[in-house]
């Protein structure tokens, strides 16, 4: 990381709110809009939800997986322009990328820099096999696992990565603190039922024990297959207050991450310091 004199003071960030459906080129279409609106908006830094290229039944992830680097890929290629376009850095995840099981493709997150280079690539490691009453969900079934930790470098803010059901395992985030992160990014596809019950008190918890900020752009709204999600994409500080929150409708919400006040958290609770185990 470089040294503390020479970092960014600040940096403007949003989350994006989408309700993305089974039809790639149409969600494409409607984040182009979005982008465009955050990046007027001011953020220098936008990250979008879990699925936003494709909301629709799990095995259909197949068909439209993406060797990653693939110019020719639609849903890399877009984003690529988008980030060129609007000179933003644009953390977007999850998409389905090819891997070496061709019936089960990985769930990538990728941090595309302003000058549309792939900065990083994390592939989510924690996947969503649950039993929620009448609703079954099996990840797994379609989706390879990630294995590595990752963090990136952006706007000189070291980023911690993670997609969605990663946000239930704190020793993923344990472990981006150590290298450095200050700010953790959260995608995700939240269920109505989860959401309403532990979205905000999972992503305060790894904002207060991380103390870092946290950037949880999600998905709303009804998805193909009788799919609910919760929304309140929203922005945490350090200190675990919610400082920017989307109401129920498409749409971001941005916010200042502030450098000195981050600072100021981790020297007034030395928690990270205070470590013993």
Same mark, same amino acid.
């Given at each position: 990381?470089?040294?503390?004199? =020479?970092?960014?003071?600040?940096?403007?960030?949003? $989350?994006?709110?989408?309700?993305?459906?089974?039809?790639?080129?149409?969600?494409?279409?409607?984040?182009?809009?979005l982008?465009?609106?955050a990046?007027?908006?001011?953020?220098?830094?936008?990250?979008?939800?879990?699925?936003?290229?494709?909301?629709?039944?799990?095995?259909?992830?197949?068909?439209?997986?993406?060797?990653?680097?693939?110019?020719?890929?639609?849903?890399?290629?877009?984003?690529?322009?988008?980030?060129?376009?609007?000179?933003?850095?644009?953390?977007?995840?999850?998409?389905?990328?090819?891997?070496?099981?061709?019936?089960r493709?990985?769930?990538?997150?990728?941090?595309? &820099?302003p000058?549309?280079?792939? +900065?990083?690539?994390y592939?989510?490691?924690?996947?969503?096999?649950?039993?929620?009453? &009448?609703?079954?969900?099996?990840?797994?079934?379609?989706? =390879?696992?990630? +294995?590595?930790?990752?963090?990136?470098?952006?706007?000189?803010?070291?980023?911690? !990565?993670?997609?969605?059901y990663?946000?239930?395992?704190?020793?993923?985030?344990?472990?981006?603190?150590?290298?450095?992160?200050?700010? !953790?990014?959260?995608?995700?596809?939240?269920?109505?039922?989860?959401g309403?019950?532990?979205?905000?008190?999972l992503?305060?918890?790894?904002?207060?024990?991380?103390?870092?900020?946290?950037l949880?752009?999600?998905?709303?709204?009804?998805?193909?297959?009788?799919?609910?999600?919760?929304?309140?994409?929203?922005?945490?500080?350090?200190?675990?207050?919610?400082?920017?929150?989307?109401s129920?409708?498409?749409?971001? $919400?941005?916010?200042?991450?502030?450098?000195?006040?981050?600072?100021?958290?981790?020297?007034? $609770?030395? +928690?990270?310091?205070?470590?013993? !185990?």
């Open positions: 990381m470089p040294e503390s004199d =020479s970092r960014p003071d600040a940096l403007t960030a949003a $989350v994006l709110q989408l309700s993305s459906q089974a039809v790639v080129s149409d969600n494409l279409e409607r984040l182009d809009a982008v465009r609106d990046a007027k908006a001011g953020a220098r830094l936008v990250v979008l939800p879990e699925n936003f290229a494709f909301f629709g039944a799990e095995t259909d992830k197949r068909a439209i997986a993406e060797r990653l680097g693939d110019p020719d890929a639609p849903i890399q290629a877009a984003l690529r322009r988008l980030a060129s376009r609007e000179r933003v850095t644009l953390i977007a995840g999850g998409f389905p990328e090819r891997s070496e099981d061709p019936e493709p990985h769930n990538t997150s990728v941090v595309i &820099s000058v549309a280079e792939i +900065a990083a690539v592939r989510k490691i924690h996947l969503f096999d649950v039993e929620l009453g &009448s609703e079954s969900y099996r990840e797994s079934k379609a989706t =390879s696992p990630g +294995a590595e930790v990752v963090s990136a470098a952006v706007e000189g803010f070291e980023v911690g !990565l993670s997609i969605c990663d946000l239930r395992f704190p020793e993923l985030y344990r472990r981006l603190v150590e290298r450095g992160a200050e700010v !953790l990014t959260v995608p995700a596809a939240f269920t109505l039922n989860t309403k019950e532990h979205w905000h008190v992503l305060r918890a790894r904002a207060i024990e991380s103390q870092c900020y946290v949880a752009a999600a998905q709303w709204g009804n998805h193909p297959g009788g799919r609910a999600t919760y929304g309140h994409a929203l922005i945490c500080d350090p200190w675990g207050t919610v400082i920017a929150e989307a129920d409708r498409v749409g971001f $919400v941005s916010a200042r991450l502030d450098r000195a006040f981050l600072e100021s958290v981790r020297e007034r $609770v030395p +928690a990270l310091r205070h470590r013993r !185990l």
